[in-house]
């Protein structure tokens, strides 16, 4: 079982920034994959970007240029830098880890974007 903790989350105007993390615990396995997904209201879950353990990140095209995602192995965690948010970028943020079949999901942080 792997078990994920978001933070960071919060309150920004348009053109601001936050820094969202998320430390994974558990029987983590070296060859996983995490990310980040969201969620705004009456829409479906997207991904956001992802990253395996050892390879590139993969972003949405919505979000290229302005995210980035990095990696602590050592340390099992993740992290989102978002610049630039938009009112559009306004919902919650879910971890995710995979491996395999497996998944495992965060609890979800919100980001709200709004003057």
């Known amino acids: 079982q792997v078990q994920l903790v978001e933070s960071g989350g919060g309150l920004v105007q348009p053109g601001g920034s936050l820094r969202l993390s998320c430390a994974a615990s558990?029987?983590?396995?070296?060859?996983?994959?995490m990310g980040w997904y969201r969620q705004a209201p009456g829409k479906q879950r997207e991904l956001v970007a992802v990253?395996?353990?050892?390879?590139?990140?993969n972003y949405a095209d919505l979000v290229k240029g302005r995210f980035t995602i990095s990696r602590d192995n050592a340390k099992n965690t993740v992290h989102l830098q978002m610049n630039s948010l938009k009112p559009e970028d306004t919902a919650v943020y879910y971890c995710?880890?995979?491996?395999?079949?497996?998944?495992?999901w965060g609890q979800g942080t919100q980001v709200t974007v709004s003057s």
């Open positions: 995710s880890y995979r491996l395999r079949v497996y998944e495992s």
């Open positions: 990253m395996a353990s050892n390879g590139s990140p």
């Open positions: 558990g029987s983590i396995s070296v060859n996983n994959v």
